[in-house]
């Protein structure tokens, strides 16, 4: 039938389809497993839907920390709410909140510690909230149950066997008699059951002496694990409603030689990172593998120049032939220069037969990421002194032309101009972008930083040491003072902090590394002097009471 003829009574496909969209869609609820708490854990498809949720729902507050991770990240409108400040909510209040949110085809997220159904007991929750209309996915995470004890260093290839037990509501009869016995058992609880374990514990036939792992905030960079008789188990001081690892068993006998994560040199430091705010994630990323939580506070925010034409012809010059170099002596300037050639609608190929330079890998790499592989990158010292020094002289015979475009940071000094032309080049500098002071971090990281809760800092530059004393003051003395260079260290000691560790090569990971294995090296100092290890925010004098 052609569209137009239907008969009287009838109904065209177009209005029934019509009735068939009419209203919006249901709400959609994707329950996520988050892991033990390590934000590495996530999977993509984790990552994904947080991004593009509506709302996002935490299971707990320490999942609020998982944002800080540079992959991971609610979209910009996205609600974030806390059930968990509500206190122990029913499954069905939750699916009602839930709902709520849900309301118009929204989707929400609902964050679950662990794994959703294995570790989180959600299925009543999901349940309520298909009655309420809604649909529901699960992303799968990593269960806590197997991922806690491979963080404390406990293998699960236990030849008598390893029972796993979820008892967050306490209770302990679900485990079995056999389960008790000689094998390994790992039992996921809160804090306010640790006495109900001891109990049902010794009842099942376990001597009060047996050695009991506990341990609190697992995955985590704050994980804390205790070594006790099951006997001291129900004194043990814990949040009562936070999660607790209990293991105990055969395979608790090789845990000190396989202690991988508590044992990593920076764990559990908190290291203050003052950048700008463009930078890549390299050094935090780095620090976070060596068991650090790194803080990021931003320095500098970088902006355009206050008069673009400079820039404008010099981009036109470089498609024009007027230049036989193009040199690179930051990320920033890479990120200038591809701005423009957006804006100007050209691309890397204009560059075809242009020498371009990088003055370290970082920006090497910041070029590869446009589609530019660098023709000259430093080799013993990458830094702008170490690319002047490996710079070829100018030859009439090889170099057709003789001017190099040098795109800069407003405030950069000019000593890299200067050795090229020393060596017979003509050098053409032009202001590609400003650095200018950021906006101060919130009241708590100044104070945090101003009375030593910060156990180190990192600096990249001169430049972030000059801008943090600036808009937070001055790290506390005890924070071990670590620097990208010499020029770097040499900015600490004019404003008064003793710099501890000054990394080999101007490198961020370098300096990561350089901090680690000091940290690595004062602790073995200290336990050869028989001395506690603590952390350097943990050697602080005591306030005095008023």
Not at 103 to 130: H, M, N, W
Not at 131 to 148: D, H, K, M, Q, Y
């Amino acid at each position: 039938m052609k569209a137009g003829t239907a008969g009287k009574g009838s109904t065209t496909p177009s209005a029934s389809l019509d009735r068939l969209v009419a209203g919006p869609p249901p709400g959609h609820v994707i329950y996520v497993g988050t892991g033990p708490g390590d934000p590495e854990l996530l999977t993509l498809g984790a990552v994904r839907a947080i991004a593009e949720a509506a709302a996002v729902v935490l299971d707990t507050p320490e999942q609020r920390e998982l944002f800080n991770h540079a992959a991971i990240s609610p979209g910009g409108e996205a609600e974030v709410v806390d059930l968990s400040a509500e206190g122990r909510l029913r499954p069905s209040v939750r699916a009602k909140k839930i709902a709520k949110l849900a309301r118009g085809g929204k989707r929400v997220v609902r964050l679950v510690a662990g794994d959703p159904f294995l570790d989180g007991g959600v299925a009543e929750e999901a349940a309520a909230c298909v009655r309420a209309g809604l649909a529901f996915e699960v992303i799968p995470g990593v269960s806590s149950l197997t991922a806690i004890p491979e963080y404390v260093g406990i293998s699960m290839s236990s030849p008598s066997g390893v029972h796993f037990v979820s008892a967050l509501n306490g209770e302990f009869t679900k485990v079995g008699a056999s389960q008790w016995g000689e094998g390994t058992l790992v039992i996921a609880t809160r804090g306010q059951h640790l006495a109900a374990f001891v109990e049902a514990a010794l009842s099942a036939g376990r001597d009060a002496e047996d050695e009991v792992v506990v341990t609190s905030r697992g995955g985590s960079n704050q994980q804390s694990s205790v070594v006790m008789s099951l006997a001291e188990v129900q004194t043990f001081e814990s949040d009562a409603d936070g999660r607790i690892h209990l293991m105990l068993g055969a395979a608790l006998q090789n845990r000190e030689e396989l202690a991988w994560y508590e044992s990593k040199p920076l764990f559990g430091w908190r290291v203050l990172v003052p950048r700008t705010k463009d930078d890549a994630t390299q050094i935090a990323n780095r620090l976070r593998g060596h068991g650090a939580d790194p803080e990021e506070v931003g320095t500098i925010s970088v902006e355009p120049p206050r008069t673009p034409q400079q820039m404008d012809r010099a981009i036109k010059g470089l498609v024009a032939g007027r230049y036989e170099w193009l040199c690179f002596t930051s990320v920033n300037a890479v990120k200038a220069v591809r701005e423009k050639f957006d804006h100007f609608g050209l691309d890397a190929r204009d560059l075809s037969g242009l020498k371009v330079a990088a003055v370290n890998a970082e920006t090497a790499q910041a070029m590869r990421d446009w589609g530019i592989e660098p023709d000259l990158v430093p080799v013993r010292e990458q830094t702008a002194h170490g690319l002047g020094e490996e710079w070829p002289p100018y030859d009439d015979v090889l170099d057709p032309i003789n001017r190099i475009f040098v795109p800069r940071a407003d405030l950069a000094t000019e000593q890299l101009a200067a050795t090229l032309v020393e060596l017979g080049w003509e050098v053409e500098e032009v202001t590609a972008y400003r650095t200018v002071r950021a906006a101060p971090p919130p009241v708590e990281v100044r104070e945090a930083i101003k009375s030593g809760d910060f156990d180190a800092v990192c600096f990249t530059s001169s430049s972030t040491v000059r801008n943090l004393v600036g808009i937070a003051g001055k790290p506390h003395a005890n924070t071990l003072v670590a620097a990208i260079g010499q020029a770097t260290a040499e900015a600490c000691e004019e404003h008064g902090l003793t710099v501890s560790v000054v990394a080999a090569e101007p490198d961020p990971v370098v300096l990561a590394d350089a901090l680690a294995t000091f940290a690595a090296e004062r602790r073995t100092e200290l336990e050869e002097q028989g001395e506690p290890v603590l952390k350097p925010s943990e050697l602080k004098q005591p306030r005095r009471r008023r």
